[in-house]
């Protein structure tokens, strides 16, 4: 629950600005398809590496939601690409 806090709570510097509702709504989507896109990976790295992670650990968790918050903006904000239109 904390990092779902933090994940929801880092993202409203980004879209506090001139942000439309529109706008906030590709950085969502934007910000939900690249955890999955970071799972999938970090999945498959940990797979082929052969490690084991305990299920209290909440690093992998929190690097996930940098790595997808950070793609999400980069998406969104920097490169002005529109999802929907």
Do not use: C, K
Request: net charge neutral; charged share 5%; hydrophobic share 60%.
């Amino acid at each position: 629950m904390v990092v779902g806090v933090l994940a929801v709570g880092s993202a409203y510097p980004v879209v506090a600005g001139d942000w439309s509702l529109g706008r906030l709504g590709e950085y969502v989507f934007v910000l939900i398809a690249s955890a999955f896109v970071w799972g999938l990976m970090g999945m498959l790295v940990i797979l082929a590496a052969g490690l084991t992670l305990s299920g209290s650990n909440p690093v992998p968790q929190a690097v996930l939601w940098v790595a997808a918050s950070l793609t999400a903006y980069i998406v969104v904000y920097r490169t002005q690409l529109s999802i929907f239109h």
